[in-house]
């Protein structure tokens, strides 16, 4: 059985390694607003393959991503309207039945992307080198890091853990960046000896968990506090 867990690494960079990573990450977010601009001008499209060929060549000429990044950018909007669309239908569905009177609002305006979060690709974007550093692709081309992390997570890498995707996170208040990494570990298949206890869950909204167990332990985690905090 395969676990799916992500790796927290601090990396640690120069002041001109610190400035690539910036300007990459902004470079990024702009070229993401720039397509989701398209896309919405241009009926509001979901379709992936159809945004790449219509942006790529002005996503590299305007905002200088690489080639791989240049792809990504189209994906990431076209996963986003989709997401959008879906929810349009499920509302739409939902007005039909009488269940609701809102129309959900979600493309009414150009979704912005405010986070400047960059997605890189394993051994395309990023790789993982001996001695605790990483490989990373910037606008002026590769820097390599020292990073440090959760001696657990660093042990599994260090091991040959399966390595996926990973995300450049900004810390802005501490100024710092982060390299989320997915890893994928295989670990013994469980079996029902192994389980003493079995804990049945139920998320709401008026309690953020329900909890029981077979022996009717039962366990309320209410969410008023907290959902009139998101609702604001």
């Not at 994906?75 to 986003?80: I, L, M, P, Y």
């Not at 305006?109 to 001996?130: E, F």
């Not at 606008?139 to 890091?145: H, S």
């Not at 968990?209 to 907290?226: K, N, S, W």
Request: hydrophobic residues 40%; contains cysteine; charged residues 20%.
């Amino acid at each position: 059985m395969d676990c799916i867990s992500t790796a927290k690494l601090k990396l640690h960079a120069t002041p001109d390694q610190f400035r690539a990573l910036r300007q990459t990450q902004l470079a990024s977010r702009d070229a993401l607003n720039f397509v989701s601009r398209y896309a919405f001008a241009h009926g509001k499209r979901s379709n992936q393959m159809g945004l790449q060929e219509a942006t790529y060549l002005d996503v590299r000429a305007q905002f200088g991503l690489p080639a791989q990044m240049a792809c990504n950018v189209p994906r990431q909007v076209g996963a986003t309207y989709k997401t959008l669309w879906t929810k349009v239908q499920a509302n739409t569905a939902a007005r039909a039945a009488g269940t609701t009177k809102k129309r959900y609002r979600g493309l009414d305006q150009v979704p912005k992307y405010v986070a400047p979060t960059l997605t890189y690709n394993s051994r395309r974007d990023y790789s993982v080198k001996i001695g605790r550093r990483v490989s990373v692709l910037t606008l002026q081309g590769r820097v390599i890091l020292p990073y440090t992390g959760y001696a657990r997570h660093v042990v599994l890498i260090q091991q040959g853990a399966r390595i996926g995707a990973a995300k450049v996170w900004y810390d802005k208040p501490h100024q710092r960046f982060y390299l989320l990494v997915s890893l994928e570990i295989a670990v013994p298949d469980s079996t029902p000896k192994q389980h003493q206890r079995i804990v049945g869950v139920d998320v709401g909204q008026r309690y953020l968990a329900v909890a029981t167990d077979r022996q009717h332990h039962l366990h309320f985690f209410p969410g008023t506090a907290v959902r009139a905090r998101a609702d604001h």
